[in-house]
């Protein structure tokens, strides 16, 4: 029987055990996937456990895709590129092997129009965690010449920003005051990588207020990172004003699925997995 899990703090909203769950019983295979809530503090110890106990594989989310770096033993280019991991591979000699898998998630889900005409243009990243990293890597290597990131902190976000400038010199990377956003007629698309929006207190809030929304231009598209609720107050109105839209379950199926292949060497359904994580969120 093979074993793996999440680890991360809070873990309450995640789907990513239902999603697994489904594949692994679609394939046949003798396994399970576990939440495991893991505090910062307990990071250290939580590794030691997945270690001894037959663990062969782990998904690693908010806050420790950086941490996690310092316990690896070995690096695929998506991870040494984005400087954090969110799925490690458990080696038979107990070894660590990191994976970004992130960036290959939000890869898929860029439509193609936009990354067809990504070449002459400029997107717009709301937040600067680990999922605007990862989107800023997936948009550079689409071939984005420029990236404006709006952050509430811009000291804090600025060595992620010093970051990417050193690994992607030919793009031009802003960084500005989230307060300062008042016009985006130049952006091909407008990306939340903030938690607002999402299941709980922030829930029925968005980011961006519509004025500022319908400065986009009719062909951008609008991308949430948050997939729970599945539609969020950011996106209805950008549906409202008549953009394409892409929901945050796109990315977190793809992510999954490119985990699932690395740990099993079984080619995933991402369609399977989105089912199963639709009717949770339908529950």
């Known amino acids: ?45 939580r590794v030691k456990m997945l270690k001894s106990q037959g663990y062969n594989g782990f998904n690693v989310t908010i806050p420790h895709k950086v941490p996690i770096t310092l316990f690896l033993d070995e690096f695929d280019k998506s991870a040494d590129i984005a400087g954090c991991a969110n799925t490690v591979k458990i080696m038979p000699d107990k070894s660590l092997y990191g994976y ?9 889900a860029i439509p193609k129009n936009i990354q067809e005409n990504s070449d002459n243009g400029k997107v717009s990243i709301l937040g600067t965690g680990g ?13 984005v010449k420029t990236i404006d990131f709006y952050a509430r902190n811009v000291i804090n976000a600025s060595s992620m920003v010093n970051f990417l ?3 992607f010199p030919q793009v031009k990377i802003n960084l500005k005051q989230m307060q300062s956003l008042n016009n985006l007629s130049d952006s091909l698309m407008l990306v939340n990588s ?6 709980g207190k922030a829930m029925g809030t968005s980011p961006v207020e519509e ?6 231009p009719e062909n951008a598209a609008v991308y949430d990172i948050v997939y729970n609720p599945l539609k969020t107050e950011f996106l209805k109105i ?21 985990a699932f292949e690395i740990w099993t060497g079984k080619k995933a359904n991402p369609d399977v997995m989105k089912m199963a994580a639709l009717e949770e969120l339908a529950e």
């Open 1 to 45: 029987m093979i074993k793996f899990a999440v680890i991360g703090h809070p873990l309450t909203q995640s789907l990513s055990a239902v999603m697994h769950n489904a594949m692994l019983k679609e394939l046949g295979i003798e396994g399970s996937y576990e939440l495991l809530d893991t505090e910062s503090e307990d990071l250290v110890a």
């Open 100 to 108: 970004n898998t992130d960036i290959y998630g939000f890869k898929t």
């Open 131 to 143: 999922a605007a990293r990862a989107a800023a890597i997936a948009f550079c290597e689409t071939g």
């Open 165 to 167: 400038r050193e690994k």
């Open 194 to 199: 903030t938690p607002i929006g999402m299941r």
């Open 211 to 216: 004025e500022i929304l319908k400065t986009l």
């Open 238 to 258: 950008a549906q409202k004003n008549g953009y394409e839209t892409i929901t945050g379950l796109d990315m977190f199926v793809h992510q999954g699925a490119k």
